[in-house]
């Protein structure tokens, strides 16, 4: 069955350096997510990418976080200073379309910033 | 604004008893509603959707929730309860109107089923 891959699985980096989170979503699928889950509390939408361009973003997606599918099957999350703040489970999504069609999630990167 | 509320935290029944996990929901216009499922150190596993049509909806592993526009709701049920359906349950709420997909998450219920 095809599934989200997700690499690394757990990352630790020190405050301040730059992180890139890797997702392989599914091949036929269109729209891509990145959500996040700090530890204990629920899970949150940062952005939705469609078309090769974000179609909506929160408020927690700052200037401090990118996206990119550099060819055509990877989709990555950059974080470009992080924070202590930024630890937490991060997950990616993806769904063959947007509207009643359920999203696909790989099992998540732990990023621990020290 | 778009909001999931699951107003337990935890949810503690014995095996061969029915379960009911609650979830209510608000959004402006007409949702799509999900359920997932989260075992320990796992991904969110999709359970089952509402998108129209009959109220009730059966999903995976015996699973069913059913859509109650009046209350807003969308509670999550199964019949006999299995020890192995201990996990952390998410509801999660789509505005038809949202073009980019977004879901919004309940804050999750942990189900624990005891033999």
């Known amino acids: 069955e095809p599934e989200v891959t997700q690499t690394p699985s757990h990352q630790v980096t020190q405050m301040g350096q730059e992180v890139i989170l890797r997702c392989v979503p599914i091949?036929?699928?269109?729209?891509f997510y990145w959500y996040r889950q700090i530890l204990g509390q629920k899970v949150e939408f940062l952005v939705s990418f469609y078309n090769n361009e974000i179609s909506e973003k929160s408020e927690i997606f700052d200037d401090q976080f990118s996206v990119e599918r550099p060819d055509g099957s990877n989709f990555t999350l950059k974080i470009r200073s992080t924070k202590l703040e930024d630890s937490a489970m991060y997950f990616c999504?993806?769904?063959?379309?947007?509207?009643?069609?359920?999203?696909?999630f790989g099992q998540g990167t732990r990023l621990t910033v020290v | 604004a778009q909001s999931v509320a699951q107003p337990e935290d935890q949810v503690n029944v014995a095996e061969g008893n029915p379960l009911t996990v609650k979830c209510t929901y608000s959004?402006?216009?007409?949702?799509?509603l999900f359920w997932y499922v989260q075992y320990p150190n796992r991904g969110l596993q999709f359970l089952l959707k509402?998108?129209?049509?009959?109220?009730l909806v059966k999903g995976s592993y015996g699973f069913e929730a059913e859509f109650n526009k009046s209350q807003t709701s969308f509670h999550l049920k199964k019949p006999s309860a299995l020890v192995s359906d201990s996990a952390l349950y998410f509801c999660a709420v789509r505005d038809q109107g949202n073009q980019g997909g977004k879901l919004i998450f309940g804050q999750g219920t942990e189900l624990s089923v005891k033999p």
């Open positions: 999504a993806s769904s063959e379309r947007a509207g009643g069609t359920e999203a696909f």
């Open positions: 959004v402006s216009g007409n949702p799509y």
């Open positions: 509402y998108i129209t049509g009959d109220n």
């Open positions: 091949s036929n699928h269109l729209y």
